[in-house]
């Protein structure tokens, strides 16, 4: 069965690019998670989904970032314009409820320069 | 204080040493609980979920205490192949929190 799968595997950009991370959560599942992670601070939750509509995205931070879920099938997570402190790694993750665990995909190294 | 604290180690450990790692939480309304393993440069991965009354799964064994927001995971006859990051993860609906993780290397 195809896990979560993310694109670009790795992306390096220069500053005040516009940058745009996708997601297929698996089919199915109906909560989609975005996370950061870096060494200094873990792994962050940024926003998540449920049923597409956003729930919760405190973590988000700040206005240049957005992300969408258009369909079941699909999200996107937006940097515009990108600074070299947002360089990280992002997953995408999805589940069927509550209980159950999430499932990560490979994740989208980036690196702003 | 965090929401999810662990030992974040390193522990280094010889081929088939046990170990244990301990994880507390602050949400005593948290409904789920599991151990998530990561390598390096990888995605973390479930390893197991963690049941009130313990449960074990090969060589690797979890305990949960609610009373006490205490979670522990165990791993005998430790393995090169063990070595990784080991993230507690406690989740009340969908808002999952992950610890910052314990590291394991088993060395020969």
């Known amino acids: 069965d195809a896990g979560v799968i993310q694109s670009p595997r790795h992306e390096v950009t220069e500053m005040g690019q516009e940058v745009t991370l996708r997601c297929k959560p698996i089919?199915?599942?109906?909560?989609l998670f975005w996370y950061r992670q870096t060494m200094m601070r873990g792994l962050e939750l940024l926003i998540y989904?449920?049923?597409?509509?956003?729930?919760?995205d405190s973590g988000m931070p700040e206005d240049r970032f957005s992300a969408k879920m258009p369909n079941a099938s699909f999200s996107t997570l937006k940097i515009q314009p990108s600074e070299p402190r947002d360089s990280a790694v992002y997953f995408c993750?999805?589940?069927?409820?509550?209980?159950?665990?999430?499932?990560f995909g490979d994740g989208t190294r980036l690196s702003i320069l | 204080r965090k929401e999810v604290e662990q030992d974040p180690g390193p522990f280094n450990v010889p081929e088939g040493a046990t170990v244990a790692f301990n994880c507390t939480y602050s949400?005593?309304?948290?409904?789920?609980f599991f151990w998530y393993r990561q390598d390096c440069r990888k995605e973390p991965k479930l390893l197991m979920s963690v049941y009130s009354s313990g449960n074990e799964d090969g060589r690797f064994t979890a305990q949960l205490n609610r009373a006490s927001q205490y979670i522990s995971l165990l791993i005998r006859d430790s393995k090169l192949s063990d070595s990784a990051t080991y993230l507690c993860?406690?989740?009340?609906?969908?808002?999952?929190?992950f610890g910052a993780g314990t590291r394991l290397t088993v060395k020969p």
């Open positions: 993750a999805s589940t069927t409820d509550s209980y159950q665990p999430q499932h």
């Open positions: 089919s199915g599942h109906n909560s």
């Open positions: 949400n005593s309304a948290s409904q789920s």
């Open positions: 989904f449920n049923n597409n509509v956003p729930i919760d």
């Open positions: 993860v406690v989740k009340d609906n969908n808002d999952m929190r």
